[in-house]
T-cell receptor, first 115, second 111 residues
Framework: EAEVAQSPRYKITEKSQAVAFWCDPI?????LYWYRQILGQGPELLVQ????????DSQLPKDRFSAERLKGVDSTLKIQPAELGDSAMYLC?????????????FGQGTRLTVV | EDQVTQSPEALRLQEGESSSLNCSYT??????LFWYRQDPGKGPEFLFT???AGEEKEKERLKATLTKKESFLHITAPKPEDSATYLC????????????FGSGTRLLVRP
């Protein structure tokens, strides 16, 4: 069964350090999402890709966060420098279509703890 | 602005006690309403997609329904393994077709 792969599963980093997360979507899925989920809340979109292009990054803190999806396949989300408030679950999801009406499938997430 | 509100925030049921979870939404041009199940420390697991008012989907003890303003997730004779957080999300063109999530309902089913 096809799955969205994320790594690492857990990451502990000191504030002001750099951290990176990797996501490999389901093969053939053109749309890739990065979400952040704070404990007890629903996921919130950070960035959305259609193939290799950014469709929505309106909620991405661009002074410290960056995301790329080279060749329109796997993707990397980076935080530099990390802050205490960045502690959260970072979720990657992919879907076949970017024009709505198709479900997105999520990976297991990366739990980030900033100390 | 597209919004999703879920209620209740938390729900405790006895095994076998049926109930419903609510998802109210405000969105222009709904393209899909999605239900997910999320276990602690894991990513959301897709359950259902609903597209238009009147539509219903079923899977085991779960049944999802949709009206023009809200969706319900009905749980019939729940078992302890149904305990999880249930998330509702909507998708619309005005929001770049991103999934806009509610804050979820934490369900606990006691044996």
């Amino acid at each position: 069964e096809a799955e969205v792969a994320q790594s690492p599963r857990y990451k502990i980093t000191e504030k002001s350090q750099a951290v990176a997360f990797w996501c490999d979507p389901i093969s053939g899925h053109a749309t890739l999402y990065w979400y952040r989920q704070i404990l007890g809340q629903g996921p919130e979109l950070l960035v959305q890709f259609q193939d290799e292009s950014v469709v929505d990054d309106s909620q991405l803190p661009k002074d410290r966060f960056s995301a790329e999806r080279l060749k329109g396949v796997d993707s990397t989300l980076k935080i530099q420098p990390a802050e205490l408030g960045d502690s959260a679950m970072y979720l990657c999801a992919s879907s076949w279509s970017g024009t709505g009406g198709t479900e997105a499938f999520f990976g297991q997430g990366t739990r980030l703890t900033v100390v | 602005e597209d919004q999703v509100t879920q209620s209740p925030e938390a729900l405790r049921l006895q095994e076998g006690e049926s109930s419903s979870l609510n998802c109210s939404y405000t969105v222009s041009g709904l393209r899909g309403l999605f239900w997910y199940r999320q276990d602690p420390g894991k990513g959301p697991e897709f359950l259902f997609t609903l597209y238009s008012a009147g539509e219903e989907k079923e899977k085991e003890r779960l049944k999802a329904t949709l009206t023009k303003k809200e969706s319900f997730l009905h749980i019939t004779a729940p078992k302890p393994e149904d305990s999880a957080t249930y998330l509702c999300a909507v998708q619309a063109p005005g929001s770049s077709y991103k999934l806009i999530f509610g804050s979820g309902t934490r369900l606990l089913v006691r044996p």
